[in-house]
């Protein structure tokens, strides 16, 4: 880390020294502003750690003659320091696209600076309905809520389910959340009989859990992250609720089940990455994620190698003419990209399709439900 | 007078020509969003300064006022297509119509009593906005597509993007700093240090007190609106309690009373975190330990109160002439 | 018969008010009583339940020893909380920096300034995610009783606020410290003319309201199961508004006080979504603010 930083600073002060220099320069260089401090701290962490293990391995294979250098900046998932980031990172000449960043809300704002400027931003988890859309420089490759929430609705229906209660986490994301879910599941004729929201962070979900049981439904369908969901699922343990969870690959994450223990037993939920999947690129990133973690690694920083993985194999396509445009066009043309969290490939909205798998919790680890 | 002349135009030149000319000198995006980022929360900061600074209220829901602005400014372009000239001034009202709504039945409160009021009221606010979907779209936030259009000109270029906002902030300073110092801003400060001294010698306590507030969210509300201008999308997030706290901390860090202090501290933190980008992760120890100094060591401020208010005789030409009788004896 | 539905959100509104009671009492006694405006009693919180955390982790030992060593750790960190963010601003002492409102301003924002470096040091240390607490010694085992269910963990917080708001009161009406406490309080000056050790008393509150304080936050942290290093901020929130209802001086106040937040949160539920259940707490507090100034259990008081 204090390598790459001193690195980082070094480039910084070149490319000060030697403005207007895009093309001679030697190393060809993105940009990912993440949380690295504040609140969300620890999933831009994640994020830090899996780039740096996708960058390295790309460095190492010689794909390129010239290398490629990451240059992390902390947003603290602050709108604010955000597009000041994404300007610092349009001024950098050297810098031919972005990842990033956590929250939609900050990469949102920051994406009117990209589409000012006219930069290729590809987020890694950004989720808002309209990120995509803003403008051709916005791509993501997180599963959007329409997609994950038919087929959580569908595996459902197909489970004799057909009274479910909807909660979520009252944030852009929730909101696709329940959107993506109740539209399918009514269209097939489930019954949504109760809808709450809850502010992220809430330590008491009991009277949320005591007011759900209360409309008895067959299932609850929860749009949470890990540590929401430890929350909810030990409290709704604690009340003996007995009612089946089914969640998103948000809550996807080794750190759920250590949060909730017991708890998280018969969890239900969609995933497009499985650490314990046998393919060589998904072993691989979980073996080097390994060396520095205890817990086998989440969907986020699957989402994250993955996003990096996508970028550089697009600056590749793009090499040795690269622009911020060509790598732009070499992104959407990104089709079946195999990556660990599934194969990845752009529509013309910038939107991903992925394969989604079912997985459950069962002794206390992630498995895979046929 | 010859030299406070000086100031003045120095001070002016500081804004429209030196720094306009260092950013084209640069020529980098980045440059010209830290420099209207600052100018945005020299604003906010110099607003809050009249209230608690002068006026001695401590405010502590300053961002949700800020968020007001923000949220009308923004939601009057998307949904209904009201530009730059006539959405900056509505924002500026609402933002005033509700703290003079709050003001009414808060304005009698002592004190601490008073903060925590404040408080509640900036986090009440800024749950709507989180909350009310339907009015400010929840947690989705609002994305403002029009930009800057002064009179049928659609500004675009960073220099003159940066000039709207500069001219902005620097009328609305002026406003406040005219405000803060006159012998109606004396007013405030008698009902600071006393105000049942300051009630007996005939000022009206409580109609100054709401006065105070509710032109100091009036600027806020601008300043609101100017990011929600500038940054072309707002969400709840951006309006915070943690932001309050952050503009409390400039005025504090800058002296508590002085408007030239309070600016100083707007652009010290705003400039700070920055500048120590590169440190990384104990950046923002590092803002907690200048906090912390500048109270221990600095306890007047940056610019204290005494020498800020000196340097504004100064430059105003107003000196206390008490040999004229009536224009000595306070405020009307 | 009451519906079994309105019996277990009372439950849970009693449960979620003697966990705001159990910060309020703490907060109260150093800002409400000792009237010193401390913003880093959240992070004083925090500490605690990192401290136990970290016993938990290392050494295993039983609850009692975990929340003993939680206790020692909060009146070390009230100690060194008062020393450098309190004790530099009281230089002078004379009457009019006593009462000067720059003064009491500058504790304000010596505080705040401690509690954002403090947050920020445990998010660098710790990083700022749910830490992983061995399951085995969070109290929330569930008891059935009838129709609701409450868990071990409501009997221990109720038993230990029950004990710390009956040794407070004894403190403060009945031993000779609680006599200087209030003296310093009323009048810190007055109290320096009649012999009274005013620094002592000062960091001796410090010491008393951040154990509490501390052990709030390792009870509360296994409670839910949720340690993190801004874990302090929404519980902070809440007791605030309970000292406040409550007349700011009075624990016995902020205590009824944190019970009926409690209460009207779990049940507004019931009416609307949870989203805006914050919302009845700033409510209740412009309510009283605005409609019983002295608070609803305060004692008359002089303009603070």
Not at chain 1, 274 to 288: C, H, I, K
Not at chain 2, 126 to 141: E, H, K, Q
Not at chain 3, 9 to 29: E, H, R, V
């Amino acid at each position: 880390m204090k390598l790459t930083r001193r690195t980082a600073i070094a480039i910084a002060v070149t490319a000060a020294l030697t403005p207007a220099a895009a093309f001679a320069e030697e190393t060809v260089k993105i940009g990912y502003q993440l949380p690295l401090t504040g609140n969300t701290a620890q999933y831009g962490q994640d994020f830090k750690d899996a780039a740096e293990i996708a960058l390295t391995k790309f460095n190492a294979s010689g794909a390129l003659p010239v290398p490629v250098e990451i240059i992390y900046e902390d947003s603290r998932s602050d709108a604010k320091e955000g597009v000041t980031i994404a300007r610092k990172f349009v001024d950098d000449d050297g810098i031919v696209g972005v990842l990033g960043d956590f929250t939609s809300t900050v990469s949102m704002a920051a994406a009117q600076v990209y589409k000012k400027a006219g930069m290729a931003q590809l987020s890694q988890t950004a989720s808002h309905p309209d990120f995509a859309k803003i403008s051709k420089w916005q791509f993501r490759n997180i599963t959007t809520q329409d997609q994950e929430g038919s087929v959580n609705a569908q595996w459902m229906l197909d489970q004799g389910i057909k009274k479910v209660a909807v909660i979520a986490e009252q944030t852009d994301w929730g909101q696709s959340v329940v959107k993506g879910f109740v539209e399918p599941f009514e269209a097939a004729g489930g019954e949504i009989v109760y809808t709450e929201f809850f502010n992220r962070g809430l330590a008491d979900f009991r009277p949320i859990i005591t007011k759900l049981e209360n409309n008895t439904p067959d299932a609850v369908y929860t749009g949470f992250f890990y540590e929401d969901g430890g929350q909810f699922l030990k409290q709704m343990k604690q009340l003996d609720a007995g009612i089946p969870v089914y969640s998103t690959s948000a809550a996807y994450n080794d750190k759920l089940i250590e949060l909730a223990g017991d708890a998280s037993e018969g969890l239900f939920l969609t995933a497009t990455f499985l650490p314990t999947r046998m393919d060589a690129n998904v072993q691989e990133f979980v073996g080097e994620w390994s060396k520095t973690h205890d817990a086998a690694p989440g969907q986020f920083p699957a989402q994250a190698y993955d996003a990096v993985n996508i970028m550089l194999s697009a600056v590749v396509k793009a090499y040795p003419e690269i622009t911020r445009e060509s790598l732009r066009d070499a992104l959407a043309e990104t089709t079946d990209f195999p990556g660990v969290t599934g194969n990845t490939s752009f529509d013309e909205n910038g939107e991903p399709l992925k394969e989604l798998t079912k997985a459950s919790v069962s002794n206390g680890m992630f498995v895979e439900v046929q | 007078m010859s030299k406070s002349r000086l100031i003045k135009t120095g001070l002016v030149l500081a804004a429209f020509a030196v720094v306009p000319a260092v950013l084209v000198g640069f020529d980098k995006g980045y440059y010209y969003q830290i420099a209207t980022l600052a100018a945005i929360f020299m604003l906010l900061a110099a607003s809050l300064h009249l209230v608690t600074g002068v006026a001695g209220l401590l405010q502590l829901g300053h961002a949700a006022f800020y968020g007001v602005g923000a949220y009308v400014a923004a939601i009057l372009g998307a949904d209904h297509g009201v530009g730059f000239t006539v959405g900056l001034p509505l924002a500026g009202l609402s933002a005033a119509a509700i703290a003079f709504l709050v003001a009414l039945p808060t304005m009698r409160l002592m004190s601490i009593y008073f903060a925590v009021a404040t408080l509640a009221i900036g986090q009440m606010l800024y749950l709507v906005f989180l909350n009310w979907v339907d009015l400010t779209n929840g947690p989705n936030g609002v994305m403002l597509f029009s930009g800057i259009n002064l009179f049928g000109i659609e500004i675009e270029s960073d220099l003159g993007i940066y000039y709207v906002v500069a001219a902005v902030v620097a009328v609305s300073i002026l406003v406040l700093n005219r405000l803060s110092h006159s012998y109606y801003g004396n007013a405030l400060r008698s009902l600071r240090e006393d105000d049942q001294c300051a009630s007996a010698m005939g000022i009206n306590v409580t109609v100054m007190k709401i006065q105070a507030f509710v032109i100091s969210s009036f600027f806020a509300g601008i300043a609101g609106a100017l990011w929600a201008y500038t940054t072309g999308y707002i969400s709840p997030n951006d309006f915070h309690f943690s932001q309050s706290i952050l503009i409390l901390t400039m005025v504090v860090v800058g002296g508590l009373g002085s408007l030239p202090g309070v600016l100083i501290g707007a652009l010290l933190l705003i400039l700070l975190p920055e500048a120590l980008r590169s440190v990384g992760d104990i950046r923002n120890i590092i803002v907690g330990l200048v906090m912390f100094g500048s109270i221990l060591f600095l306890p007047k401020g940056l610019f204290g109160e005494v020498s800020a208010l000196n340097f504004a005789r100064r430059l105003l030409g107003a000196n206390w002439s008490n040999d004229e009788g009536q224009k000595g004896i306070g405020w009307k | 018969m009451l519906d079994p539905y309105i019996l277990q959100q009372l439950a849970i509104g009693l449960s979620l008010g003697m966990i705001y009671a159990l910060m309020a009492i703490g907060f109260t006694l150093i800002f409400g009583v000792l009237n010193v405006v401390n913003f880093a009693h959240g992070e004083i919180y925090t500490i605690g339940a990192f401290a136990g955390l970290m016993v938990i982790s290392v050494f295993g030992p039983p609850l009692l020893v975990v929340l003993f060593i939680a206790l020692a750790t909060g009146a070390l960190a009230g100690f060194g909380l008062e020393r450098l963010a309190f004790r530099p601003f009281r230089r002078f002492s004379d009457e009019a920096s006593l009462k000067s409102r720059a003064m009491r301003e500058a504790t304000l924002m010596s505080s705040l300034a401690m509690s954002i470096i403090a947050r920020e040091a445990m998010e660098m240390i710790f990083g700022s995610q749910f830490q992983s607490v061995d399951l085995a010694y969070l109290i929330n085992k569930p008891i059935g009783i009838g129709p609701i269910t409450i868990v071990n963990g409501d009997l221990i917080i109720f038993g230990i606020t029950v004990v710390m708001l009956g040794g407070l009161q004894w403190l403060l009406k009945k031993s000779p410290v609680g006599l200087s406490i209030r003296a310093v309080s009323n009048n810190a000056l007055g109290a320096k003319y009649c012999g009274i050790n005013t620094d002592r008393t000062i960091i001796i509150t410090f010491v008393i309201g951040s154990a509490m304080g501390a052990l709030a936050g390792i009870l509360v942290g296994l409670y839910y199961g949720a340690i993190f290093p801004s874990m302090g901020f929404t519980p902070g929130i809440k007791a605030f508004v309970a000292m406040v209802m409550g007349g700011l001086s009075s624990i016995p106040g902020a205590v009824i006080s944190a019970i009926i937040l409690g209460l009207s949160e779990s049940l507004s539920t019931s009416f609307m979504s949870s989203v805006w259940s914050d919302m009845v707490a700033y409510a209740f507090l412009l309510l009283t603010l605005i409609f019983f100034p002295q608070g609803l259990f305060g004692a008359r008081r002089e303009r603070v």
